[in-house]
């Protein structure tokens, strides 16, 4: 217990000189200093309630999932009922919540159903079918969502939501962002250091949902302006609301969801701010398909609802490749990029609840957490010295050197410190102490029963070290399980007694022994003074 070799001295200092050279960038900051931009900056982040930052609530509309579930269904039966050629189905409606047809040829109600049945079978984790098929007035089909399919829609949606907001907020280059589900339909994004929450709004905003769809050209401008549509086709408005709307084919078109790339850049014709967007292998075989067979006639491009422009198809476009132009601004066109690249969120997403938490509480609760850190360790370390005496300079040594390498595997690992990670900080000192008294207790005890002062020492090492380790493993046990089932404030506050004990055990156990053996080993000591 009391045998250390020179490399292992030599590794153990390396150790922690490491842990605790990691720190003083994060300690620079604290003080305000500036650290050299040449050297590496492990630094902690500070989380919404100690660096300030915005808060923003979304909410989804679930009804939306049911109806894009109902269209989706729409196009895969016709396309199945194409496949058969001599299926022919009208009067088409996808609105009250379902989708209703009618078979032009009533002998072929059976095969219609057999054709429809394989659509509705995407039966999940609910072991129920997702949609219920009904027959009525001999050739009149009502296909309805089940609640058990909208319920499992919802929560793929919410989820794929999720994470097309990470990738929004991480390219922006924000620190640290929490997101994270509330709910069945809502989303709780907190973005530290973020005291402008305005851009933010307007990418989270943003569904992205980008489309190439063919112009009706037979629509009427004066049905259009009233909004009547054509069979088959529906009508959109433009995005300048001073050029009205077009009437364009509700199927058959293109999703911006097979996009690889999207990149802002400026016209080479008018040095105006578009998108260039480049299509992955399918897409890029559908565009060449969409615009080879549809050569002189118009295509609308429409983002989330709204044409941006209706550009006629002067011949076909083979490159997988297309600018998207529609009086965009640096910054829109920046925006829509990064909204293109993320991926189109598969429901609409409104604020609901904002609020901004200035730095000045988060400044207030740092000093604070200081304060009683430094009164906290004060008292302990004079306790500890007066109580131990030379084990008790050892105690305190370990001590500092915790709260060091704390800091320093924060900041290489990059953790988030929010204020319920302050309170694991100062429990986890409070352990550091407590097995030090373990281990010196269990010393004098030895001492006491006449034990040699290196037996004393190494039998106090060996025997209390079983019930720091037992001790401890049952707090990393509850500390990985607030973790795993935690969230915000919650998993912060697990990270930093994660660290903290596996810093406190290998201070206050290792190296307070490798210290006590050196010195045992110089002086020879006949007695111990505890």
Do not use: C
């Amino acid at each position: 217990m009391l045998d250390f070799p020179r490399w292992k001295v030599l590794w153990l200092w390396a150790l922690t000189i490491v842990g605790m050279l990691a720190a003083v960038p994060s300690l620079t900051a604290t003080a305000g200093l500036n650290w050299p931009s040449v050297l590496p900056e492990p630094k902690i982040n500070l989380g919404l309630d100690l660096a300030g930052g915005s808060h923003i609530l979304l909410e989804a509309d679930p009804s939306q999932v049911r109806q894009q579930r109902i269209e989706g269904m729409e196009e895969s039966v016709r396309n199945k009922l194409r496949q058969s050629g001599d299926i022919r189905i009208s009067d088409i409606s996808n609105r009250d919540g379902a989708l209703t047809f009618v078979v032009a040829d009533p002998t072929k109600v059976d095969a219609v159903r057999e054709a429809v049945l394989p659509l509705t079978s995407g039966a999940g984790l609910t072991g129920q079918r997702d949609w219920k098929i009904d027959v009525v007035d001999g050739n009149r089909f009502v296909l309805t969502p089940s609640q058990e399919g909208i319920d499992q829609a919802v929560t793929q949606a919410m989820d794929t939501a999720v994470e097309v907001v990470r990738k929004r907020i991480d390219a922006l280059g924000t620190k640290e962002p929490t997101i994270i589900r509330q709910g069945a339909n809502r989303i709780v994004v907190q973005v530290p250091g973020l005291q402008d929450p305005q851009a933010l709004k307007n990418l989270l905003g943003q569904t992205a949902k980008l489309e190439f769809k063919l112009v009706d050209t037979s629509a009427l401008p004066s049905d259009v302006a009233r909004g009547i549509a054509p069979p088959g086709s529906e009508i959109v408005p433009y995005q300048d609301p001073k050029l009205g709307a077009i009437a364009v084919k509700r199927l058959g078109g293109i999703r911006g969801d097979q996009l690889t790339n999207a990149q802002q850049t400026n016209s080479q014709q008018t040095n105006e701010p578009v998108v260039n967007i480049t299509f992955n292998s399918d897409g890029g075989e559908k565009f060449a398909k969409l615009t080879t067979q549809n050569v002189n006639k118009p295509f609308a491009i429409i983002l989330d609802g709204k044409v941006l422009s209706a550009p006629n198809i002067n011949e076909p476009i083979l490159g997988g490749s297309a600018v998207i132009s529609g009086r965009f601004t640096t910054e829109s066109a920046n925006q829509l990029a990064i909204a293109l690249r993320s991926g189109a969120l598969p429901v609409d997403l409104k604020v609901v609840e904002e609020r901004t938490v200035g730095p000045d509480l988060g400044a207030d609760s740092i000093r604070k957490g200081m304060i009683a850190m430094l009164v906290g360790t004060g008292a302990l370390m004079g306790f500890i010295l007066i109580t131990y005496g030379r084990f008790g300079v050892y105690a305190n040594l370990a001590l500092v050197v915790n709260v060091l390498m704390i800091l320093g595997i924060m900041g290489i690992v990059g953790t988030t410190l929010t204020l319920p990670g302050i309170a694991g900080f100062v429990l986890t000192i409070g352990a550091a102490v407590d097995a030090n008294v373990l281990i010196n207790e269990r010393i004098r005890e030895e001492r006491h029963r006449g034990r040699r002062v290196v037996q004393a020492v190494e039998m106090g090492y060996k025997e209390a070290s079983r019930a720091i380790f037992d001790a401890n493993i049952t707090n990393v046990i509850a500390a990985v399980l607030m973790f795993a089932f935690g969230t915000g404030p919650v998993r912060g506050f697990a990270v930093v007694l994660m660290i903290g004990i596996v810093t406190s055990v290998f201070t206050a156990v290792t190296m307070t022994r490798m210290w006590v053996a050196q010195w045992l080993r110089r002086a020879r000591p006949s007695e111990l003074s505890l």
